[in-house]
């Protein structure tokens, strides 16, 4: 056990009266809930360098697009909840929709050329509804610094220009991707995956690594790496790809000519219903906090 009691709030008046009673360096983690290994490996760096950390667990439907999964997005508060007070977090925030968008809101975020392309283009409104739901959240509680996964790339990308553009005076903290045992990124989603295509799954991670051996090897050139990732994909029946984008990681920008400078590998594969999402940087040693902070939206 952490020594520390986990403190519950659900309106913005009980979060502001919380924050105020609140000193010193606070980390916060935004979520979805649906907690798992990869959540807490945000939490548990926020532990290691704040104070206080504040997590906040908010299904953010402006982030959904029409027949996405807002609905049926699995929500387990009371399982969450004791995750939370075995990590050691302080605070935690579980507002309604209606407390964070009340009758009448008007006000959107919109970051823009980086919200275009890869999951923006697939999903319109998506990084507005997060860019607006996060600024929220960084106007209510005032973190020195906020974590996200490497998971969400372009998320990471969209947030830190929205920083910038808009100074907040908060870092973003970028964490790797926490995966499975045979690879698969962990996900609130993979709930969705039935036994076979839980199995069918783990060609994503051996697709990512094919392309990171190649690029190890000398292959620079964009369309030789998605050739390569396509190739081990393709081999899984229920593997349905849905894209496959080398990019640039600063602005993702989509690189079409071979080049030393470091590359972002995206890819969302669809198995069964749900799109599985994943990524990493070229070259592989980049993986890790140092790397992907340094060059993600860098
Ligand atoms: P979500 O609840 O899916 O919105 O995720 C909340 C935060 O956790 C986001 O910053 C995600 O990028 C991050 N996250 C989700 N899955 C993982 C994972 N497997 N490894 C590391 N971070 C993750």
């Known amino acids: 056990m952490s020594g520390r009691t986990l403190q519950h709030v ?10 105020a009673q609140l000193a010193g360096r606070i980390g916060l983690v935004p979520t979805m809930g649906a907690l798992h290994e990869g959540h807490l490996s945000l939490i548990e760096a926020a532990r290691a360098e704040n104070d206080t950390v504040i ?42 929709p209606d407390e964070i968008y009340p009758e ?12 275009l392309g890869l999951e923006g283009e697939r999903r319109p409104g998506h990084f507005r509804g997060v860019a607006t739901v996060v600024a929220k959240l960084f106007n209510l509680i005032q973190p020195q610094i906020a ?4 998971k969400d790339a372009q998320q990471v990308v969209v947030l830190r220009r929205m ?43 051996r697709a990512l690594r094919a392309a990171a051996a190649a690029y190890d090897k000398g292959e620079r050139t964009p369309a030789t790496l998605r050739s390569i990732v396509r190739d081990v994909l393709h081999a899984e029946p229920l593997a349905v790809v849905d894209y496959i984008a080398v990019t640039e990681p600063h602005l993702l920008r ?5 080049s030393g400078d470091p590359l972002l590998l995206s890819l969302v594969v669809k198995v069964g219903e749900p799109r599985l999402l994943d990524n ?17 939206g860098a």
């Not at 008046?13 to 919380?18: F, H, S, T, V």
């Not at 997590?55 to 004791?82: C, K, M, W």
């Not at 995966?179 to 994503?204: C, F, H, K, Q, T």
Request: with cysteine.
């Open 280 to 296: 990493c940087l070229l070259p592989w040693w980049l993986n890790d906090r140092a790397g992907l902070t340094a060059t993600l």
């Open 55 to 96: 997590v906040t667990i908010f299904v953010n439907p402006t982030q959904f697009t029409p027949g996405e999964d807002y609905q049926s997005y699995p929500r387990d508060l009371n399982h969450d909840l004791a995750l939370l007070e075995k990590a050691g977090v302080d605070l935690v925030f579980t507002p309604s």
């Open 163 to 205: 920083v910038r553009d808009l100074n907040f005076p908060i870092e973003i903290a970028v964490c790797p991707i926490v995966r499975a045992p045979d690879g698969l990124a962990l996900s609130s989603r993979n709930a969705y995956l039935s036994m076979a295509e839980r199995e069918a799954a783990s060609v994503i991670y």
């Open 10 to 19: 659900e309106t913005i008046d009980a979060l502001r009266a919380a924050r």
């Open 254 to 258: 989509g690189i079409h000519e071979a």
């Open 147 to 150: 974590y996200f996964g490497q």
């Open 104 to 115: 009448g809101f008007q006000t959107l975020i919109n970051v823009e050329f980086v919200s």
